[in-house]
């Protein structure tokens, strides 16, 4: 069975500051998926990355970036030099298996609530 | 381009009433999926389909009902309400396994 856990409910930063929304994964898959979607107040589902398991390095884009490290299952994102914009729910989620019937499985995390106070 | 159209964007049900919550999407994806949002749960799978005439269940599929007679429309069925399927459903579709999910605006569902 899959699993993703984000133990980060809600996060508060002051404007500017760097933060990093943790992400820990549990798969028997060895050929497996990873993504982050952005949920803003108006409630949409806004996707960020994606990932495959063979592929560690990490990703920079703008002012966010993501660190995979399969030694420890977790996919952790970082937004640096944070902004109102960025205060949204995050999550996680997992896909697994290199194709066929019931790898349509997305498995989504709780979800880290972060706010960024002005 | 419209993507993943979900229709009503809101709606009041009353315990027993049945309904259909429509998913429509233009980017022939093979893959289509609905999803339930609970405060604290993350979202949940309900049932998905990898196919025209193929669907099958999710994590949560007890209460719901779904076909796909076409590759653009997954319609999701409620077949008689109750108040533990409050919830906001969100439909996603994808180009094809292990790819980005695109959603749609989500349907806010209360049932009292």
């Known amino acids: 069975a899959q699993k993703v856990t984000q133990a980060q409910t809600e996060i508060s930063v002051v404007e500017k500051e760097d933060v990093t929304l943790d992400c820990v994964y549990e798969?028997?898959?060895?050929?497996?998926?990873l993504f982050w979607y952005k949920q803003p107040p108006s409630g949409e589902l806004v996707f960020l990355i994606r990932?495959?398991?063979?592929?560690?390095q990490n990703e920079i884009s703008g002012r966010y970036s993501w660190n995979f490290q399969k030694s420890t299952s977790s996919f952790n994102f970082t937004i640096t030099a944070s902004q109102v914009v960025d205060s949204a729910v995050y999550f996680c989620?997992?896909?697994?298996?290199?194709?066929?019937?019931?790898?349509?499985?997305?498995?989504f995390g709780t979800g880290t609530r972060l706010t960024i106070i002005p | 381009n419209a993507g993943v159209t979900q229709t009503p964007k809101f709606q009041v049900l009353k315990t027993g009433q049945s309904m259909t919550l429509q998913c429509a999407q233009d980017?022939?994806?093979?893959?289509m999926s609905w999803y339930r949002q609970d405060p604290g749960m993350g979202l949940r799978l309900i049932h998905y389909?990898?196919?025209?005439?193929?669907?099958d269940q999710g994590e949560v599929p007890n209460g719901y009902n779904v076909s796909r007679s076409t590759t653009e429309d997954f319609p999701l069925r409620l077949l008689s309400a109750a108040p533990s399927q409050t919830s906001v459903y969100f439909c996603?579709?994808?180009?094809?396994?292990?790819?980005?999910?695109?959603f749609g605006q989500g349907t806010r569902l209360t049932v009292v």
């Open positions: 798969t028997r898959d060895t050929t497996y998926y």
């Open positions: 980017m022939n994806h093979e893959y």
């Open positions: 996603a579709s994808r180009r094809q396994v292990n790819t980005e999910a695109f």
């Open positions: 990932r495959n398991s063979f592929d560690e």
């Open positions: 389909s990898v196919g025209a005439g193929i669907t």
């Open positions: 989620a997992l896909s697994g298996g290199v194709g066929g019937f019931g790898n349509e499985k997305l498995t």
